[in-house]
C-alpha cells in the first residue's frame, strides 16, 4: 500500500504553517443574481453587432454619410466602437458568472457560458472580415486595411473576454459550507480533499476557505475531489436511510 503524502500546509491568509487538520475559516461568501448584469452585458452585445452591420455599410459605402470622410476610416470608427462594446458586455458577463455561477459538471457547456464574451467575439469581427473580402467593389487597400484592423480588434476582444479564472457553482456551495480546501501555487483549481491524487506530487499546500481560494483565482474544483465528495455525500444520505428505516 502506497505512503500517504506528507505535505507542508501554508495558511493562505497567514502564510504561516499549520500543524494538524486545519480548522474551518469560513470568509464571506460572495453571492447574488447575475440577471441584471446578463441583460446589460447581452443589450450592449446586441449594439455591438449593430456597429458590425454599421461598419460594413459605412466602408462599402452603402450608407452615405459624413461624405468628407474615407469611407475606410468610417468602417474603421464603426469597428472601433463595435470593439468596445464587445470588451465591456464581456466584463459585465463575467461579474455575472462569478456572483452566479454555472455548474461544472458539463465542461463543454460551463466553458461556453463563462466565455459568452469570445463567441460574441467572433460573430462581431469575422462575419465582417468575410463580407468585405467576398466584395468584388472594394479595392485592395480597403479589404488589406480592414481585414487586419477587424483581426486585431478580433484578437484583442477575444483576450479581454476570455475568463481565465472561472468560478463554479460547486465552488460557491463550498464557500457556503465554510469548507476548509487546498492549492498550489500554480494550480488553477482547489481541492477539498489534502490526500487527493493530483497533489501527489506537491510538497507544499495552501489552505483557506474556498472564498479564499477563489478569490485568489482558484474558481473551480479538482474533478477527483467532485467524485469523491458526491460518494461520500451519497454514502451519508444512504446511512441517513438506512438509520430511519431500522427505527
Avoid at 70 to 94: F, H, S, T
Avoid at 151 to 159: D, M, Q, T, V, Y
Wanted: with cysteine; aromatic share 6%; charged share 20%.
Amino acid at each position: 500500500m502506497a505512503e500517504k503524502k506528507q505535505h507542508t500546509i501554508v495558511s493562505a491568509s497567514t502564510g504561516e504553517k499549520v500543524k494538524g487538520k486545519p480548522a474551518s475559516a469560513a470568509a464571506p461568501v460572495k453571492t447574488g443574481n447575475g440577471t441584471g448584469l446578463r441583460i446589460g452585458a447581452v443589450i450592449l452585445w446586441i449594439l455591438a453587432l449593430a456597429c458590425e452591420v454599421l461598419a460594413v455599410a459605412l466602408i462599402l459605402e452603402k450608407l452615405l454619410i459624413l461624405p468628407k470622410i474615407d469611407p475606410l476610416y468610417k468602417g474603421i470608427g464603426a469597428l472601433v466602437l463595435d470593439m468596445i462594446l464587445v470588451i465591456v458586455g464581456a466584463q459585465l458577463w463575467k461579474k455575472a458568472n462569478h456572483i452566479d455561477p454555472a455548474s461544472q459538471k458539463n465542461a463543454v457547456k460551463f466553458w461556453l457560458w463563462n466565455n459568452m464574451g469570445v463567441i460574441v467575439a467572433a460573430v462581431a469581427f469575422i462575419p465582417f472580415i468575410i463580407l468585405l473580402l467576398a466584395n468584388k467593389d472594394a479595392d485592395k487597400k480597403t479589404k488589406v486595411v480592414g481585414t487586419v484592423v477587424a483581426a486585431i480588434f478580433l484578437a484583442i476582444s477575444g483576450l479581454a473576454s476570455y475568463d481565465w479564472n472561472p468560478v463554479s457553482q460547486e465552488a460557491v456551495l463550498a464557500a457556503t459550507k465554510g469548507q476548509v480546501v487546498y492549492w498550489t501555487e500554480h494550480g488553477k483549481k482547489f481541492h477539498t480533499h489534502e490526500d487527493c491524487q493530483a497533489l501527489d506530487r506537491s510538497e507544499t499546500l495552501l489552505t483557506g476557505s474556498a472564498q479564499e481560494a477563489m478569490d485568489s483565482g482558484r474558481g473551480t474544483i479538482c474533478k477527483f475531489c467532485e467524485k469523491r465528495d458526491e460518494k461520500e455525500l451519497e454514502a451519508a444520505q444512504e446511512a441517513v436511510e438506512a438509520a430511519a428505516v431500522n427505527q
